[in-house]
């Protein structure tokens, strides 16, 4: 119990910033495209009791570390609603509402990866923060890499339909009612691994080299 209150501290701010700027910035990118539906039902919001399911933001994830002793976790929360139909160019802008989600995260693990040369630049060596700016930065690769798994309802399967002619886009769409039964049969055979681990070295790679110079300035190796 001691292990998982400390790892809930270390994490908690990292996910909830994961998740309501994840949220937003697909209802702010679909509101821009067209859709004030987000807008309307007031989910145009950075406060975090927005966007928190009390079943899959929080009590799934607990129940599954204590049931799993921390080896799995999976959690979500509460879809921002688009309509896509609504959009200015439906099947076009799909891609560009989709993509703000993990678009989102790639820049949240920016900033905590900036946070944590900050952190070794003023010599922290407090290890709760130094274990957030990490936890914030994993959260964000690990939520860049999965919502871009390339099955709808997830952004990178809209992203597939949304480019995809007309007749594939269409039947391609027709896995969405089976999208999360696929992605949590792959993930408990531990074969979605093959695509988040080699997408998350890669995301992670281009947040390396964009941080190194200013790392450099500082005089501190990269977090």
């Known amino acids: 119990m001691s292990e998982l209150i400390r790892t809930v501290l270390i994490y908690a701010l990292p996910v909830v910033f994961a998740i309501t700027l994840h949220e937003a910035a697909r209802g702010y ?4 495209f067209g859709d ?11 406060n975090p009791m927005v ?3 009390l079943f899959g933001t929080i009590i799934i994830p607990v129940a599954l570390y204590l049931a799993t002793g921390g080896a799995f976790l999976f959690g979500y929360a509460k ?5 896509f139909s609504r959009l200015k160019n439906p099947k076009r802008d799909l891609a560009w509402v ?7 995260n790639f820049a949240m693990a920016f900033c905590w990866l900036l946070f944590g040369v900050l952190l070794q630049a003023a010599d922290v060596t407090e290890a709760y923060f130094i274990k957030m700016a990490s936890a914030g930065l994993l959260t964000n690769l690990v939520m860049f890499a999965f919502t871009l798994f390339p099955i709808p309802p997830l952004a990178g399967g809209r992203i597939v339909v949304s480019l995809l002619p007309n007749k594939l886009a269409f039947k391609f769409a027709q896995i969405e009612p089976y999208g999360f039964f696929i992605v949590m049969g792959l993930v408990m055979v531990h074969w979605l691994q093959f695509w988040l681990v ?6 992670n790679m281009v947040l390396q080299l964009i941080v190194s110079p200013f790392a450099m300035l500082l005089g501190v190796p990269v977090f």
Do not use: C, E, N
């Not at 989709?98 to 678009?103: D, E, F, K, T």
């Open 29 to 32: 990118a679909a509101k821009y």
């Open 51 to 53: 966007h928190i399911d």
């Open 36 to 46: 004030m539906t987000a807008f309307s039902q007031g989910r145009l919001s950075l």
């Open 198 to 203: 080699p997408v998350m070295l890669v995301a």
């Open 79 to 83: 879809p921002v609603p688009v309509d």
């Open 98 to 104: 989709s993509l703000a989600g993990p678009a989102a």
